[in-house]
């Protein structure tokens, strides 16, 4: 393996340039009445036809590199109107409500064992010049389809519960693509879902999923999901402030970035030469003098990200609106983390794609997001939680600051303790609450 350690000399005189363009397995496939089901008898290409995806997903690797646990905890909530498993299951009878235990994802109790990745936003949107009857489907062969928008044709597995692995999942979509303005379902414009409808793509409508049901009409086709799997990208601290940056694939990155925000001041570092087989050596220490204050530093960031989306292949609307939809998250989020673009064959080995008919033009963008729980965080927790009084509110207030990644955090920390009685504080989290 190669490896190449990063110096940062070159990048002193990097600066903002300005914003660029301004659950589960059952034992058959859930078919929704009145739908056909996805053939691959004709594979008929319209040459007017064009889809581009964008995609993210969000790990959370431990000072060892090794991805962790309890990543099914919501960061951005959905508008209403957007179809779930946890939404059905909760709406039908009791013998379905093991679909997530209908829990409120967010913090403690935790409940969802095995999930190591959110598959947060792919989104589809779809060119045309004249109206197209497509047929999508998306197979998630780690994972399953938590939510989507608007109303799928059919789903695997089906609403029963979790019964083996996060694995097998698929959505089929029977859509209508128009060449005119459809009215959507309102959203706020401080809404996640807000961004992807400044894309200058088509209005799709989909076809009412029961008897009596309506036709619901949107600018893109949503999905997000929770899976179960690791990718060749890890990063490993140690607690001298050492990043160790691997890309263990046979595929060259083709753009990656690691940054950091305390809140007042953030860092962004293209990382450049992750070939296949190599390592990227990073030292915190060299870092000093590439803090900026926090308005230029989310500028830069953001220019650099929607330039790495854009020689991906994706419109410039497009890439602004994956930038906007995740500025907060990406760039404003605190701590270390380290965002790529996978090569096209991750995204296809993850994300199966078949559409008919086929586009003459198919573009998929997919973004990871590793959240970085360095050697020398887990050390200042460990000992937070340990002087933590055994009573009062101090541990939950400690714990509940931590966020969506309380519960990978804390798996991590029970690896790492010896102390039972730390571990007995920490395994109290997971007990089950009345």
């Known amino acids: 393996m190669k490896i190449k350690t990063i110096t940062f000399s070159s ?24 739908q056909k089901v996805f053939s691959t008898d004709h594979d008929d290409t319209d040459k007017d036809f064009t889809v581009h995806e964008w995609g993210t997903f969000t790990s959370l690797q431990g000072a060892d590199g090794k ?7 919501e960061e951005e909530h959905l508008p209403p109107f957007v179809h779930g498993r946890c939404k059905i299951s909760s709406s039908t009878s009791s013998i379905y409500k093991d679909d997530f235990k209908c829990i409120e994802m967010l913090l403690p109790p935790f409940s969802l064992q095995g999930v190591t990745q959110k598959m947060e936003t792919p989104v589809l949107f779809f060119y045309s010049k004249v109206p197209v009857e497509a047929q999508v489907k998306v197979d998630f062969p780690k994972g399953i389809i938590s939510q989507w928008y608007p109303t799928a044709a059919s789903f695997f597995p089906p609403i029963s519960g979790i019964r083996g692995a996060l694995a097998g999942g698929s959505m089929v979509w029977n859509i209508k693509v128009q060449t005119e303005t459809l009215a959507t379902p309102p959203v706020d414009s401080n809404s996640v879902w807000a961004p992807s409808r400044q894309v200058a793509s088509n209005f799709l409508l989909a076809p009412p999923s029961r ?13 997000r999901g929770l899976g179960s799997f690791d990718t060749p ?48 050596i990073v030292h915190r220490s060299s870092l000093d003098d590439k803090w900026l204050p926090k308005d230029e530093f989310l500028n830069l960031a953001r220019d650099l990200v929607t330039n790495a989306l854009l020689n991906s292949g ?9 930038v906007d939809t995740w500025s907060n998250s990406y760039f404003l989020g605190h701590g270390t983390r380290l965002l790529y673009v996978l090569p096209d064959q991750w995204t296809n080995e993850l994300l199966p794609l078949a559409i008919l008919p086929t586009p003459s033009h198919l573009v998929r963008t997919l973004v990871g997001r590793i959240e970085i729980f360095s050697a020398d965080e887990e050390e200042k927790l460990l000992t937070a939680i340990k ?12 714990i509940s600051s931590l966020g969506r990644l309380a519960e990978p955090k804390l798996r991590r920390l029970l690896i790492l303790t010896s102390d039972e009685e730390v571990k007995k504080r920490i395994q109290d989290f997971f ?4």
């Open 387 to 398: 002087d933590s009084p055994s009573t009062g509110n101090t541990l939950n207030e400690l």
């Open 314 to 322: 994706l419109f410039p609307d497009e890439a602004l609106a994956l």
């Open 233 to 280: 990208m890890s990063v490993k601290t140690d607690k001298q402030g050492v990043f160790t940056i691997t890309n263990a694939s046979s595929e060259k990155i083709p753009a990656a970035f690691l940054l950091d925000f305390n809140g007042v001041k953030g860092f962004i570092i293209p990382l450049e030469d992750l070939k296949s087989k190599n390592e990227a």
């Open 211 to 223: 008897e009596g049901g309506q036709e619901e009409a949107e600018k893109f086709i949503f999905y």
């Open 431 to 434: 007990a089950p609450r009345p």
């Open 67 to 73: 991805v962790l646990e309890g990543m099914h905890h």
């Open 11 to 34: 990048f002193k005189s990097l600066r903002p340039l300005g914003v660029l363009g301004s659950i589960l397995l059952g034992s058959a496939l859930y078919i929704m009445p009145f």
